[in-house]
Protein backbone atom coordinates (compact mmCIF):
# COMPACT_ATOMS: atom_id res chain seq x y z
CA UNK A 1 0.00 0.00 0.00
CA UNK A 2 1.21 2.91 -0.95
CA UNK A 3 1.59 6.19 1.73
CA UNK A 4 -0.05 9.22 1.01
CA UNK A 5 2.02 12.40 0.63
CA UNK A 6 0.69 15.41 2.21
CA UNK A 7 0.65 18.61 -0.26
CA UNK A 8 1.73 20.55 2.60
CA UNK A 9 4.56 20.12 4.58
CA UNK A 10 4.58 21.63 8.47
CA UNK A 11 7.00 24.22 8.88
CA UNK A 12 9.49 24.20 10.63
CA UNK A 13 10.10 26.39 13.78
CA UNK A 14 12.66 28.33 11.64
CA UNK A 15 10.03 28.52 8.97
CA UNK A 16 7.54 29.59 11.00
CA UNK A 17 9.94 32.61 12.26
CA UNK A 18 10.87 33.33 8.56
CA UNK A 19 7.34 33.74 7.13
CA UNK A 20 5.55 35.57 9.85
CA UNK A 21 8.58 38.01 9.61
CA UNK A 22 8.41 38.66 5.77
CA UNK A 23 4.54 38.60 5.82
CA UNK A 24 3.83 40.54 9.05
CA UNK A 25 7.34 42.28 10.21
CA UNK A 26 6.74 40.41 13.33
CA UNK A 27 6.76 37.09 15.29
CA UNK A 28 3.61 35.75 17.45
CA UNK A 29 3.91 34.56 20.87
CA UNK A 30 3.30 31.19 19.87
CA UNK A 31 5.99 31.03 17.53
CA UNK A 32 8.69 31.83 20.75
CA UNK A 33 6.86 30.02 23.12
CA UNK A 34 7.19 26.29 24.83
CA UNK A 35 10.72 26.77 25.92
CA UNK A 36 12.23 23.75 27.90
CA UNK A 37 16.04 23.19 29.13
CA UNK A 38 16.18 20.39 26.46
CA UNK A 39 13.58 21.70 24.01
CA UNK A 40 16.54 22.24 21.61
CA UNK A 41 16.58 18.42 21.16
CA UNK A 42 13.75 18.39 19.12
CA UNK A 43 15.44 20.64 16.36
CA UNK A 44 18.54 19.95 14.10
CA UNK A 45 21.93 20.22 16.00
CA UNK A 46 24.91 20.99 13.90
CA UNK A 47 28.96 20.40 15.78
CA UNK A 48 26.71 17.51 17.70
CA UNK A 49 29.50 15.47 20.08
CA UNK A 50 28.36 11.35 18.98
CA UNK A 51 30.05 9.08 21.64
CA UNK A 52 30.33 5.49 21.30
CA UNK A 53 28.89 4.71 24.53
CA UNK A 54 25.54 6.37 25.84
CA UNK A 55 25.55 5.07 28.86
CA UNK A 56 28.83 6.96 30.06
CA UNK A 57 27.80 10.23 29.21
CA UNK A 58 24.64 9.79 30.81
CA UNK A 59 26.33 9.18 34.03
CA UNK A 60 28.50 12.51 33.34
CA UNK A 61 25.29 14.41 32.50
CA UNK A 62 23.80 13.06 35.83
CA UNK A 63 26.99 14.07 37.97
CA UNK A 64 26.52 17.07 36.45
CA UNK A 65 23.41 18.25 36.99
CA UNK A 66 24.13 17.14 41.11
CA UNK A 67 27.20 19.82 41.06
CA UNK A 68 26.82 23.59 42.40
CA UNK A 69 26.37 26.58 39.85
CA UNK A 70 29.95 27.81 38.73
CA UNK A 71 28.31 31.08 38.65
CA UNK A 72 25.23 32.79 40.57
CA UNK A 73 22.11 34.66 39.27
CA UNK A 74 23.38 37.98 40.90
CA UNK A 75 26.90 38.08 38.99
CA UNK A 76 24.54 36.93 35.58
CA UNK A 77 22.27 40.25 36.89
CA UNK A 78 25.24 42.34 37.46
CA UNK A 79 26.80 41.90 34.13
CA UNK A 80 23.45 42.47 32.12
CA UNK A 81 23.29 45.56 34.05
CA UNK A 82 26.34 46.74 32.81
CA UNK A 83 26.08 45.66 29.08
CA UNK A 84 22.93 47.72 29.43
CA UNK A 85 25.59 50.46 29.65
CA UNK A 86 27.46 49.52 26.91
CA UNK A 87 24.22 49.31 24.68
CA UNK A 88 23.80 52.73 25.70
CA UNK A 89 26.89 54.45 24.78
CA UNK A 90 27.95 55.02 28.98
CA UNK A 91 30.74 51.84 28.83
CA UNK A 92 32.90 49.56 26.58
CA UNK A 93 32.96 46.05 26.32
CA UNK A 94 36.47 44.27 26.40
CA UNK A 95 36.41 40.41 25.71
CA UNK A 96 38.95 38.61 25.09
CA UNK A 97 41.20 35.23 26.41
CA UNK A 98 42.39 31.69 24.64
CA UNK A 99 40.92 30.42 20.81
CA UNK A 100 40.41 27.17 22.65
CA UNK A 101 41.24 27.01 26.50
CA UNK A 102 43.17 23.78 27.63
CA UNK A 103 42.83 21.95 31.16
CA UNK A 104 46.15 22.53 31.21
CA UNK A 105 45.68 26.28 31.29
CA UNK A 106 44.20 25.84 34.78
CA UNK A 107 47.28 27.07 36.47
CA UNK A 108 48.35 30.61 38.92
CA UNK A 109 50.69 32.03 36.42
CA UNK A 110 48.65 31.53 33.49
CA UNK A 111 45.56 32.46 34.60
CA UNK A 112 47.57 35.27 36.15
CA UNK A 113 48.64 36.72 33.11
CA UNK A 114 45.49 36.81 31.48
CA UNK A 115 43.79 38.98 34.48
CA UNK A 116 46.93 41.01 34.36
CA UNK A 117 46.84 41.77 30.04
CA UNK A 118 43.08 42.16 30.11
CA UNK A 119 43.27 44.65 33.38
CA UNK A 120 46.04 46.35 31.54
CA UNK A 121 44.12 46.64 28.42
CA UNK A 122 40.99 48.03 29.59
CA UNK A 123 42.73 51.11 31.79
CA UNK A 124 44.40 52.37 28.37
CA UNK A 125 40.40 51.80 27.19
CA UNK A 126 39.54 53.41 29.87
CA UNK A 127 41.76 56.26 29.44
CA UNK A 128 41.30 56.13 25.53
CA UNK A 129 37.42 56.17 25.52
CA UNK A 130 36.53 57.88 29.19
CA UNK A 131 34.53 55.32 29.80
CA UNK A 132 33.73 52.73 32.10
CA UNK A 133 34.47 48.98 30.76
CA UNK A 134 33.35 46.23 31.23
CA UNK A 135 35.71 42.91 31.53
CA UNK A 136 34.70 39.24 30.12
CA UNK A 137 37.46 36.78 29.43
CA UNK A 138 37.28 33.83 27.63
CA UNK A 139 38.33 31.98 30.30
CA UNK A 140 36.90 28.99 32.83
CA UNK A 141 34.76 27.19 30.58
CA UNK A 142 35.65 28.05 26.42
CA UNK A 143 36.49 23.76 26.27
CA UNK A 144 34.69 23.00 23.03
CA UNK A 145 36.02 24.48 19.63
CA UNK A 146 33.21 24.32 16.59
CA UNK A 147 35.47 21.88 13.35
CA UNK A 148 34.49 22.00 9.75
CA UNK A 149 35.17 18.80 9.41
CA UNK A 150 34.45 15.76 11.84
CA UNK A 151 38.07 14.18 10.90
CA UNK A 152 41.11 15.48 9.66
CA UNK A 153 44.48 13.93 8.66
CA UNK A 154 47.54 14.00 11.13
CA UNK A 155 50.94 12.47 9.83
CA UNK A 156 49.12 10.59 6.82
CA UNK A 157 46.65 9.25 8.93
CA UNK A 158 43.12 10.11 9.09
CA UNK A 159 41.70 10.65 12.80
CA UNK A 160 38.67 12.54 14.64
CA UNK A 161 39.33 16.11 14.58
CA UNK A 162 40.63 17.75 18.08
CA UNK A 163 37.23 19.62 18.90
CA UNK A 164 38.47 20.63 22.60
CA UNK A 165 39.44 19.12 25.84
CA UNK A 166 36.21 19.56 26.81
CA UNK A 167 35.58 16.69 24.40
CA UNK A 168 38.82 14.62 23.14
CA UNK A 169 42.53 15.47 23.55
CA UNK A 170 44.90 16.81 21.18
CA UNK A 171 47.57 14.02 20.80
CA UNK A 172 46.09 11.31 18.50
CA UNK A 173 45.97 8.74 21.14
CA UNK A 174 43.06 10.73 22.59
CA UNK A 175 41.29 11.52 19.87
CA UNK A 176 38.15 9.46 20.64
CA UNK A 177 35.17 11.51 22.32
CA UNK A 178 35.71 10.88 26.16
CA UNK A 179 31.95 11.42 28.55
CA UNK A 180 34.88 11.63 31.39
CA UNK A 181 35.90 15.17 29.72
CA UNK A 182 32.66 17.02 30.40
CA UNK A 183 32.66 16.44 34.36
CA UNK A 184 36.46 17.14 34.10
CA UNK A 185 35.73 20.72 32.31
CA UNK A 186 33.07 21.36 34.95
CA UNK A 187 36.17 21.56 37.88
CA UNK A 188 38.91 23.24 35.38
CA UNK A 189 36.29 25.62 34.63
CA UNK A 190 35.12 26.39 38.74
CA UNK A 191 39.17 26.05 39.67
CA UNK A 192 40.13 28.58 36.97
CA UNK A 193 37.14 30.74 38.12
CA UNK A 194 38.02 30.27 42.12
CA UNK A 195 41.19 31.26 41.48
CA UNK A 196 40.42 34.48 39.60
CA UNK A 197 37.64 35.01 42.06
CA UNK A 198 40.72 34.45 45.05
CA UNK A 199 43.22 36.74 43.43
CA UNK A 200 40.87 39.41 42.65
CA UNK A 201 39.91 39.50 46.57
CA UNK A 202 43.36 39.30 47.38
CA UNK A 203 44.59 42.84 45.62
CA UNK A 204 46.20 41.30 42.31
CA UNK A 205 43.80 43.95 40.44
CA UNK A 206 44.84 46.67 42.77
CA UNK A 207 45.55 49.48 40.68
CA UNK A 208 47.54 51.23 43.91
CA UNK A 209 50.05 48.45 42.89
CA UNK A 210 52.94 49.58 39.86
CA UNK A 211 51.97 47.99 36.63
CA UNK A 212 54.72 46.70 34.41
CA UNK A 213 54.26 48.89 31.05
CA UNK A 214 57.88 47.49 29.31
CA UNK A 215 57.61 48.95 25.78
CA UNK A 216 61.26 47.82 24.80
CA UNK A 217 59.33 45.68 21.90
CA UNK A 218 58.27 48.74 20.20
CA UNK A 219 60.68 49.08 17.37
CA UNK A 220 59.49 52.37 15.98
CA UNK A 221 60.72 55.39 17.66
CA UNK A 222 57.63 57.62 17.53
CA UNK A 223 55.46 54.54 18.09
CA UNK A 224 57.48 54.35 21.32
CA UNK A 225 57.34 57.60 22.05
CA UNK A 226 53.63 58.26 21.92
CA UNK A 227 53.02 55.06 23.72
CA UNK A 228 55.15 55.87 26.77
CA UNK A 229 53.29 59.33 26.74
CA UNK A 230 49.73 57.53 27.31
CA UNK A 231 51.26 54.95 30.16
CA UNK A 232 52.90 58.32 31.12
CA UNK A 233 49.22 60.07 31.57
CA UNK A 234 47.78 57.01 32.73
CA UNK A 235 49.93 57.03 35.49
CA UNK A 236 49.92 60.25 36.40
CA UNK A 237 46.11 60.46 36.44
CA UNK A 238 46.20 56.88 39.00
CA UNK A 239 48.29 59.25 41.24
CA UNK A 240 46.77 62.22 41.31
CA UNK A 241 43.19 60.19 42.43
CA UNK A 242 45.66 58.39 45.20
CA UNK A 243 46.63 62.18 46.07
CA UNK A 244 43.25 63.84 46.41
CA UNK A 245 41.73 60.76 47.87
CA UNK A 246 39.40 60.04 45.09
CA UNK A 247 39.99 56.06 45.26
CA UNK A 248 38.87 56.42 49.09
CA UNK A 249 35.29 54.13 47.64
CA UNK A 250 37.61 51.29 46.79
CA UNK A 251 36.95 51.43 43.17
CA UNK A 252 40.96 51.25 42.31
CA UNK A 253 41.22 48.30 44.82
CA UNK A 254 39.55 45.20 42.43
CA UNK A 255 37.42 45.11 39.44
CA UNK A 256 34.88 43.16 37.80
CA UNK A 257 35.78 40.24 35.70
CA UNK A 258 33.33 38.00 34.27
CA UNK A 259 33.55 34.97 32.33
CA UNK A 260 32.24 33.56 29.07
CA UNK A 261 32.61 30.44 26.41
CA UNK A 262 30.99 29.42 23.16
CA UNK A 263 28.00 27.81 24.52
CA UNK A 264 28.62 24.84 21.44
CA UNK A 265 28.37 21.54 23.61
CA UNK A 266 24.35 21.85 24.35
CA UNK A 267 24.29 18.44 26.79
CA UNK A 268 26.86 20.29 28.82
CA UNK A 269 25.11 23.61 29.32
CA UNK A 270 21.33 22.16 29.42
CA UNK A 271 23.10 19.97 32.60
CA UNK A 272 23.82 23.83 34.34
CA UNK A 273 20.94 25.11 33.75
CA UNK A 274 19.02 25.89 36.88
CA UNK A 275 15.81 27.64 37.80
CA UNK A 276 17.09 29.75 39.89
CA UNK A 277 15.28 32.69 42.02
CA UNK A 278 15.91 35.94 40.48
CA UNK A 279 18.15 38.37 42.40
CA UNK A 280 16.38 41.73 43.90
CA UNK A 281 18.56 43.52 41.18
CA UNK A 282 16.62 41.99 38.40
CA UNK A 283 13.60 43.62 38.77
CA UNK A 284 14.81 46.74 37.14
CA UNK A 285 13.56 47.81 34.50
CA UNK A 286 15.50 46.78 31.41
CA UNK A 287 13.13 45.79 29.36
CA UNK A 288 11.36 48.64 26.60
CA UNK A 289 7.86 47.35 26.81
CA UNK A 290 8.18 45.23 30.91
CA UNK A 291 4.24 46.67 31.78
CA UNK A 292 3.03 44.88 27.88
CA UNK A 293 4.85 41.75 29.03
CA UNK A 294 3.51 41.48 32.50
CA UNK A 295 -0.08 41.56 31.17
CA UNK A 296 1.14 38.79 28.67
CA UNK A 297 1.67 36.70 31.34
CA UNK A 298 -1.06 37.21 33.52
CA UNK A 299 -3.06 36.98 30.17
CA UNK A 300 -1.64 33.42 29.28
CA UNK A 301 -0.22 32.68 32.40
CA UNK A 302 3.28 31.79 29.77
CA UNK A 303 6.37 33.48 29.19
CA UNK A 304 9.28 31.81 27.28
CA UNK A 305 7.43 28.54 27.76
CA UNK A 306 7.64 28.67 31.96
CA UNK A 307 5.04 29.09 33.84
CA UNK A 308 3.47 32.00 35.59
CA UNK A 309 6.05 34.16 37.08
CA UNK A 310 6.88 32.62 40.31
CA UNK A 311 10.14 34.52 40.93
CA UNK A 312 12.21 32.25 39.48
CA UNK A 313 14.41 32.24 35.79
CA UNK A 314 16.37 29.65 33.99
CA UNK A 315 19.81 30.89 34.50
CA UNK A 316 22.90 29.04 32.72
CA UNK A 317 25.45 28.46 35.88
CA UNK A 318 28.15 27.72 33.90
CA UNK A 319 29.23 31.18 32.77
CA UNK A 320 28.11 34.68 32.95
CA UNK A 321 28.06 35.41 28.65
CA UNK A 322 27.63 32.39 26.51
CA UNK A 323 27.74 33.61 22.45
CA UNK A 324 26.41 31.23 19.64
CA UNK A 325 29.14 30.50 17.13
CA UNK A 326 28.72 31.40 12.91
CA UNK A 327 28.13 27.87 12.32
CA UNK A 328 25.46 26.87 15.14
CA UNK A 329 23.12 29.95 14.69
CA UNK A 330 20.42 28.53 12.31
CA UNK A 331 17.06 30.40 13.04
CA UNK A 332 15.95 26.47 13.05
CA UNK A 333 18.63 25.12 14.42
CA UNK A 334 19.26 23.56 18.25
CA UNK A 335 21.18 26.45 19.25
CA UNK A 336 19.59 28.97 18.80
CA UNK A 337 16.22 27.29 20.42
CA UNK A 338 18.57 26.62 23.63
CA UNK A 339 19.79 30.19 23.78
CA UNK A 340 16.36 31.66 23.63
CA UNK A 341 15.46 30.35 27.03
CA UNK A 342 18.22 31.40 29.65
CA UNK A 343 18.35 34.50 31.27
CA UNK A 344 22.04 35.33 30.88
CA UNK A 345 23.46 37.93 28.56
CA UNK A 346 24.39 36.14 25.17
CA UNK A 347 25.85 36.55 22.07
CA UNK A 348 25.78 36.04 18.19
CA UNK A 349 28.23 35.88 15.98
CA UNK A 350 27.22 37.71 12.40
CA UNK A 351 29.34 37.07 9.56
CA UNK A 352 29.20 37.22 5.21
CA UNK A 353 26.74 34.70 5.32
CA UNK A 354 24.28 36.71 7.87
CA UNK A 355 21.63 38.12 5.75
CA UNK A 356 19.25 40.68 7.21
CA UNK A 357 16.47 38.41 7.33
CA UNK A 358 18.21 36.27 9.46
CA UNK A 359 19.99 38.88 11.78
CA UNK A 360 16.41 40.32 12.24
CA UNK A 361 14.84 36.89 13.22
CA UNK A 362 17.68 35.84 15.28
CA UNK A 363 17.00 38.99 17.41
CA UNK A 364 13.25 38.75 17.98
CA UNK A 365 13.68 35.32 18.67
CA UNK A 366 16.31 35.78 21.33
CA UNK A 367 14.82 39.15 22.78
CA UNK A 368 11.83 39.52 21.72
CA UNK A 369 11.44 42.16 24.68
CA UNK A 370 14.04 44.06 23.64
CA UNK A 371 15.49 44.12 26.38
CA UNK A 372 18.79 46.45 26.35
CA UNK A 373 22.10 44.69 26.56
CA UNK A 374 20.99 40.93 26.50
CA UNK A 375 22.34 40.41 22.77
CA UNK A 376 25.47 41.26 21.65
CA UNK A 377 26.15 41.11 18.12
CA UNK A 378 29.74 39.95 17.72
CA UNK A 379 30.69 41.38 14.27
CA UNK A 380 33.15 39.39 11.79
CA UNK A 381 33.37 40.37 8.44
CA UNK A 382 37.34 40.61 7.56
CA UNK A 383 39.13 43.42 6.79
CA UNK A 384 38.14 43.21 2.96
CA UNK A 385 34.17 42.61 3.72
CA UNK A 386 33.83 45.06 6.41
CA UNK A 387 32.74 48.46 4.37
CA UNK A 388 30.22 46.23 1.82
CA UNK A 389 27.95 44.30 4.76
CA UNK A 390 28.31 45.67 8.08
CA UNK A 391 26.26 49.13 7.19
CA UNK A 392 23.53 47.21 5.97
CA UNK A 393 23.53 45.13 9.50
CA UNK A 394 23.50 48.37 11.29
CA UNK A 395 20.47 50.13 8.87
CA UNK A 396 18.57 46.75 9.25
CA UNK A 397 18.75 46.62 13.22
CA UNK A 398 18.74 50.84 13.99
CA UNK A 399 15.89 51.34 12.07
CA UNK A 400 13.96 48.85 13.65
CA UNK A 401 12.46 48.18 17.08
CA UNK A 402 15.64 47.15 18.34
CA UNK A 403 17.49 50.98 18.02
CA UNK A 404 20.12 51.54 20.57
CA UNK A 405 19.37 48.08 22.53
CA UNK A 406 22.24 46.09 21.34
CA UNK A 407 25.67 45.78 22.19
CA UNK A 408 27.85 46.23 18.95
CA UNK A 409 31.09 44.29 19.70
CA UNK A 410 33.95 44.10 16.52
CA UNK A 411 35.48 40.70 16.64
CA UNK A 412 38.23 41.06 14.04
CA UNK A 413 40.00 38.03 14.56
CA UNK A 414 38.01 35.41 12.78
CA UNK A 415 37.38 37.01 9.22
CA UNK A 416 41.31 37.44 9.05
CA UNK A 417 42.38 33.97 9.23
CA UNK A 418 45.30 32.93 6.74
CA UNK A 419 47.59 30.25 6.05
CA UNK A 420 51.07 30.70 5.10
CA UNK A 421 52.50 28.54 2.35
CA UNK A 422 54.26 26.13 4.82
CA UNK A 423 50.49 25.82 6.33
CA UNK A 424 50.63 27.73 9.66
CA UNK A 425 47.63 29.22 10.19
CA UNK A 426 48.11 33.04 10.88
CA UNK A 427 46.79 36.27 11.03
CA UNK A 428 48.11 39.65 10.31
CA UNK A 429 48.49 42.17 12.92
CA UNK A 430 47.52 45.20 10.38
CA UNK A 431 44.40 43.43 8.82
CA UNK A 432 42.87 42.97 12.25
CA UNK A 433 43.11 46.72 13.45
CA UNK A 434 41.85 47.62 9.72
CA UNK A 435 38.86 45.66 10.34
CA UNK A 436 38.76 47.34 13.55
CA UNK A 437 39.33 50.96 12.27
CA UNK A 438 37.12 50.45 9.72
CA UNK A 439 34.47 49.36 12.14
CA UNK A 440 34.47 52.80 14.05
CA UNK A 441 34.39 54.46 11.09
CA UNK A 442 31.46 52.78 10.15
CA UNK A 443 29.40 53.27 13.12
CA UNK A 444 30.11 56.70 13.69
CA UNK A 445 28.66 57.89 10.19
CA UNK A 446 25.56 55.70 10.75
CA UNK A 447 25.12 56.86 14.17
CA UNK A 448 25.41 53.96 15.79
CA UNK A 449 27.83 52.94 18.65
CA UNK A 450 30.46 50.47 18.56
CA UNK A 451 30.57 49.03 22.11
CA UNK A 452 33.17 46.78 21.92
CA UNK A 453 35.85 44.19 20.95
CA UNK A 454 36.26 40.81 21.17
CA UNK A 455 40.04 39.21 20.90
CA UNK A 456 41.76 36.12 21.18
CA UNK A 457 44.92 36.76 22.90
CA UNK A 458 46.94 35.20 25.49
CA UNK A 459 49.54 37.15 28.14
CA UNK A 460 51.98 34.71 26.68
CA UNK A 461 55.01 35.66 24.75
CA UNK A 462 53.74 33.57 21.81
CA UNK A 463 54.23 33.76 18.36
CA UNK A 464 50.74 33.22 16.79
CA UNK A 465 50.11 36.26 14.71
CA UNK A 466 52.52 38.35 12.59
CA UNK A 467 53.08 42.29 12.24
CA UNK A 468 52.60 44.87 15.43
CA UNK A 469 55.81 46.35 16.76
CA UNK A 470 57.17 43.31 17.12
CA UNK A 471 58.02 43.13 13.60
CA UNK A 472 57.06 39.16 13.78
CA UNK A 473 57.45 37.85 10.04
CA UNK A 474 56.15 34.29 8.97
CA UNK A 475 59.76 32.78 9.87
CA UNK A 476 59.25 33.97 13.20
CA UNK A 477 56.13 31.70 13.88
CA UNK A 478 57.63 28.80 14.53
CA UNK A 479 59.52 29.58 17.74
CA UNK A 480 56.49 29.53 20.13
CA UNK A 481 53.65 28.85 18.36
CA UNK A 482 51.20 26.88 20.60
CA UNK A 483 47.51 27.30 19.58
CA UNK A 484 46.27 24.05 19.20
CA UNK A 485 43.37 25.85 17.44
CA UNK A 486 43.37 29.44 16.03
CA UNK A 487 46.17 32.00 16.31
CA UNK A 488 46.09 34.45 19.10
CA UNK A 489 47.91 38.15 19.39
CA UNK A 490 50.52 37.73 22.31
CA UNK A 491 50.67 40.08 25.34
CA UNK A 492 52.89 42.87 23.36
CA UNK A 493 50.24 42.56 20.12
CA UNK A 494 47.28 42.84 22.64
CA UNK A 495 48.07 45.60 24.63
CA UNK A 496 49.33 47.72 21.11
CA UNK A 497 45.96 47.07 19.79
CA UNK A 498 44.72 48.26 23.00
CA UNK A 499 47.31 51.99 22.30
CA UNK A 500 45.60 52.22 18.83
CA UNK A 501 41.60 51.91 20.39
CA UNK A 502 42.43 54.64 22.65
CA UNK A 503 44.32 56.28 20.51
CA UNK A 504 41.47 56.54 18.11
CA UNK A 505 39.07 57.82 20.44
CA UNK A 506 41.35 60.32 21.43
CA UNK A 507 41.97 61.81 18.37
CA UNK A 508 38.23 62.39 18.48
CA UNK A 509 37.50 59.79 15.75
CA UNK A 510 34.37 58.63 17.68
Not at 17 to 37: F, R
Not at 197 to 206: C, M, T, V
Not at 212 to 230: A, E, M, N, R
Request: net charge negative.
Amino acid sequence: MTEKVPLSLPLSHGGVVATELKTNGSISEQATSSWTPSSWTSKPVKQDAVYSDRRDVERSLAKLERLPPIVTPTEIVKLKQSLRDVALGKAFLLQGGDCAELFDYCEGSAIESKIKLLLQMSIVLIWGANKPVVRIARMAGQYAKPRSSPNEIVNGKEMPSFRGDILNGFSPEERELDPARLVSAYFHSASTLNFVRASLSSGFADLHRPLDWGLGHVQDPLLQSKYSQIVASITDSLRFMRTVGADTAGQLSSVDLYTSHEGLLLEYEQSLTRRLKKPALARSHTSRDVQQRQENVQENGQENGTDLDDGKAYYNTSAHFLWVGDRTRQIDGAHIEYFRGIENPIGVKIGPTTSVLDLMALLRILNPSCEVGKVTLITRYGSRKVQTLLPQHIRAVEESEYKSCVVWQCDPMHGNTHSTPTGIKTRRFGDIFAELRQTLEIHKAEGSYLGGVHLELTGEAVTECVGGSEGLEEEDLAFNYTSFCDPRLNEKQALEMAFLIAGHYREGSH
